[in-house]
């Protein structure tokens, strides 16, 4: 994909002045360059809110690793013309795996942004072993198929949340069985080798719309992820928001449905029951369709199977209104939908959601539709966990719950 230099509104990472961290100033100077496409010095220095002196430090050992390079001077109408500096794109790569019930996402990204490999295998053993053996498989895979003397930089692993929570198990609908209470992070870097950020899939699914896809233009935005489950992804000011323990956006757990189908978390009537793959294949089965797989559920949705339409109506009928109130609460630009759910399918919910019930963002000279499906399909997750082991420790803030061990930006 095309590298986007991001508009100066965007929110930057700040320094810290005297460097606290090294490694952190580092990150930060090279986060606010891949940003902006290209800056002089004294730009990076405003932007970083480091010293001059900092500023000059870093990027003679940013240029010299190879992670940045000279662009030469701009020209202006006086004065000496500021050096500009840009990102590597061959300066190093981050990769980003969704780790889903059936299957591995593997995706790797340069320092650009660009996608340069990409992957998905069937997941037939989601034990701690067998993931570590498929996922260390795929990341060769990728690295070989990009064709480069790469260095990667981090591994960002996306997984279905919820995380830690006690007396709502996700056991029953949880794809990976034994990784309940596990260091997910250590296990995946000591099978990787590298730096590994963990992240739950709607959140990071609404990283790779932001990065990638239909967000990109977007500052607030929600993304309804279908997942493991039914997760959602919050962007507010162009940042993700993940609440104090990282479970922000659980909505497949309200309870929609009053005495509702039993879920395995324990409540009754959740909306991931009604609303999710899961539900889907849950239905069709009821219909006596069996494992039907994405293709054979276009098919069912293309000849109109009552199986299949009946879903959707009731899918729909009860996502419209939690589409309302996640206006109400974020009043974001754009609801997004999107994840493991065909397309067309996708497409049908949306219209059948239609006429959404009134909140805020019912109101006239709209730009942008209230409920648009993705742009970014099955690789959406996968595009935004190999953002994370830049972003994520770029952004201090975003520190909580990363459970990556503190690690150099060093080269090789
Ligand atoms: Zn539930």
């Given at each position: 994909m095309p590298h986007r230099p991001v508009p100066p509104s965007r929110s930057v990472a700040v320094g810290t002045n005297p460097e606290r961290t090294r490694s952190h100033n580092r990150r930060v100077v090279l986060e606010t360059v891949r940003q902006h496409g290209q800056l002089g010095r004294s730009d990076i220095a405003v932007l970083t809110r480091l010293t001059a002196q900092a500023v000059s430090n870093i990027v003679a050992e940013l240029v010299e690793e190879g992670f940045l390079i000279e662009l030469g001077r701009r020209r202006t109408a006086r004065g000496q013309p500021p050096v500009e500096f840009a990102v590597n794109p061959d300066g190093g790569m981050t990769a980003g795996m969704e780790i889903a019930a059936d299957h591995i996402t593997t995706v790797l990204v340069d320092l650009a942004g660009r996608v340069r490999a990409q992957r998905i295998a069937p997941l037939a053993d989601a034990t701690v072993a067998g993931v570590q053996q498929l996922a260390a498989t795929e990341l060769a895979w990728v690295r070989q198929a990009a064709g480069l003397p790469e260095r990667l930089l981090g591994c960002g692993v996306v997984m279905p949340g919820?995380?830690?929570?006690e007396g709502m198990s996700s056991v029953g609908t949880s794809p990976l069985p034994g990784w309940a209470g596990q260091d997910a992070a250590q296990l995946l870097a000591e099978a990787l080798n590298t730096p590994v950020v963990i992240e739950n899939d709607a959140t990071a699914a609404a990283v790779g719309e932001h990065l990638h896809?239909?967000?990109?233009?977007?500052r607030h935005f929600c993304q309804i992820y279908f997942g493991a489950g039914l997760g959602l992804g919050v962007i507010i000011g162009g940042q993700p928001y993940r609440g104090a323990f990282g479970n922000?956006?659980?909505?497949?757990?309200?309870?929609?449905?009053?005495?509702g189908r039993l879920c395995a978390c324990g409540g009754h009537g959740c909306l991931e029951r009604y609303a999710s793959v899961h539900a889907l294949t849950e239905t069709l089965r009821e219909a006596g369709?069996?494992?039907?797989?994405p293709e054979e559920i276009v098919q069912l949705h293309r000849s109109g199977h009552p199986a299949l339409t009946g879903w959707v109506a009731e899918a729909a009928t009860l996502l419209a209104p939690v589409v309302a109130m996640l206006e109400n609460l974020f009043d974001p630009e754009t609801v997004i939908l999107g994840g493991e759910m065909p397309d067309e399918v996708v497409d049908a919910m949306i219209a059948a959601m239609t006429p959404l019930p009134i909140s805020v963002a019912s109101r006239r000279g709209r730009s942008i539709p209230r409920v648009q499906r993705g742009a970014t399909g099955r690789l959406t997750a996968a595009l935004g966990a190999a953002a994370l082991p830049l972003l994520d420790t770029m952004t201090?803030?975003?520190?909580?719950?990363?459970?990556?061990?503190?690690?150099e930006l060093s080269p090789g």
């Open positions: 919820p995380f830690e929570i896809g239909l967000g990109r233009n977007l922000a956006g659980e909505i497949g757990h309200i309870p929609v449905v009053a005495g369709i069996v494992a039907a797989g201090p803030k975003l520190d909580r719950v990363s459970l990556a061990p503190e690690s």
